[in-house]
């Protein structure tokens, strides 16, 4: 694994983390599922999840004021200077829902795009980040879905300075390109989705078995939202955990 010790590009997926009524539960279910150890943070409710080592992401309760909100997994764009993100973010019509500042380990904000997307920013101190790797159990995708694709992309390219390239499919969908490599995408709502699914960032963990681990999160409560599929980059399924957070498991081809 391939450890990083300066901040990620800026538009480049460099957190997740999930925000849940029972945060506990909720890292009993990932643990079980992808063998991360969370750990509490002494001076937070919030868990940083480890494997092998290394930071996956977080699991803690939801910020204040959207309390009201379902439970979901933030994907966190990098950026080196928060403020002129956000500035872009508004300009764009997106939405800023929150500020503030993480200890020593950086500054965050959560925002949404025009579509309804929430995702993150996160400008990075003392902490980068989540390593990336390939290994099961860590991140290694995340993408923006609506019905809107054209919205979609107009704001990210705008906001982060994507190049986008679309890729032909059952849907229309575009890589999200920064610094020349592809780090993100975006495009339309799987049409196996249930009714209703809002726009939302959906990030993939790598999986040694797609189809074993889907069988483990249905037997832990948790439940699939479309039967997996072949891709060109590996076998695919789309999960929802017990509290109905969705996210994707690939085994990379």
């Known amino acids: 694994m391939v450890e990083r010790s300066v901040p990620w590009p800026p538009g480049t997926p460099n957190w997740v983390d999930l925000a849940a009524d029972d945060a506990c539960a909720a890292a009993r279910f990932y643990a079980g599922l992808f063998g991360w ?5 002494s001076t937070r409710d919030y868990r940083v999840c480890k494997l092998d080592g290394s930071d996956v992401g977080g699991i803690g309760p939801k910020q204040p004021g959207t309390e009201h909100l379902p439970s979901r997994w933030t994907t966190y764009l990098a ?3 928060l403020d002129r993100t956000l500035d872009a973010v ?18 965050m904000a959560i925002a949404a795009d025009p579509n309804g997307a929430i995702f993150g920013l996160w400008q990075a101190a003392e902490h980068i980040g989540t390593e990336r790797s390939t290994d099961p159990g860590m991140l290694v995708w995340s993408e923006a879905l609506s019905e809107d694709f054209e919205t979609a992309r107009a704001f990210y390219t705008a906001v982060f300075g994507y190049r986008a390239e679309e890729i032909g499919g059952y849907n229309r969908y ?10 993100a995408g975006t495009g339309e709502l799987h049409p196996d989705f249930p009714a209703g699914t809002p726009p939302h960032w959906l990030p993939y963990f790598a999986a040694a078995s797609t189809d074993q681990t889907v069988d483990q999160a249905v037997t832990a409560g948790g439940e699939i939202l479309g039967e997996p599929l072949e891709t060109d980059f590996g076998r695919m399924a789309v999960l929802a955990d017990p509290e109905g957070a969705r996210f994707a498991v690939i085994q990379l081809g």
């Open 174 to 183: 575009a890589a999200l390109y920064a610094a020349d490599k592809p780090v």
């Open 90 to 107: 508004t300009a764009h019509e997106g939405t800023e829902l929150l500020t503030r500042e993480v200890e020593t380990h950086g500054r």
């Open 37 to 41: 150890n969370c750990e509490q943070q």
């Open 79 to 81: 950026t080196d200077h």
